[in-house]
Each structure stands twice: as C-alpha cells, then as structure tokens.
C-alpha cells in the first residue's frame, strides 16, 4: 500500500497544483497536477499499482505508458517523508 500521509502533514491547493508541507523536515514541496492525482489516490488504501490503474482508465492511457511515472512520484514522495 502507498500512504497513508505522513502525520502533521499540511496541503494547500492553489490552482491545479497542491502546496506540501512536511514540518518534520520542515520543508515544502509543489505538486503539479499529475502528482497532485497520485498524493489524493495515495491515501494507505491502495498499491502504486492500483494507482496507475485507476490513472490509466482516468485518461484512457495504456497502463505501460504511466506506471513507471507513479512509481517514480511515489518513491519521491517516500524519500521527502510525505507518506
């Protein structure tokens, strides 16, 4: 499973793109709007797999073409401590 959040985590949406705040690290992040999917869809209920899937059908895309995408936002969100 991908998430949950990080505890203590704030967001702030400003247009399509989502203000991230760690205080752990004290540091902030912006997420464009594909990140923005992937932070909501990541919520501990389902896999990065899951995720692409449900990206995939969202935009009619083929599952290849985004899956290593997801799993790279994923992993970014995982070294800052986001989730």
Known sequence: MVGPHAAG???QAVDDDLIVFNPASDTYFTLNRSAREVWELA??????S???ATLA???EVDLDQIRDDIIEIISGFRETGLV
């Open 57 to 59: 059908d969202r935009y």
């Open 9 to 11: 985590v704030l967001e």
């Open 43 to 48: 919520d501990g209920t389902r896999t990065a």
């Open 50 to 52: 899951e995720i692409a």
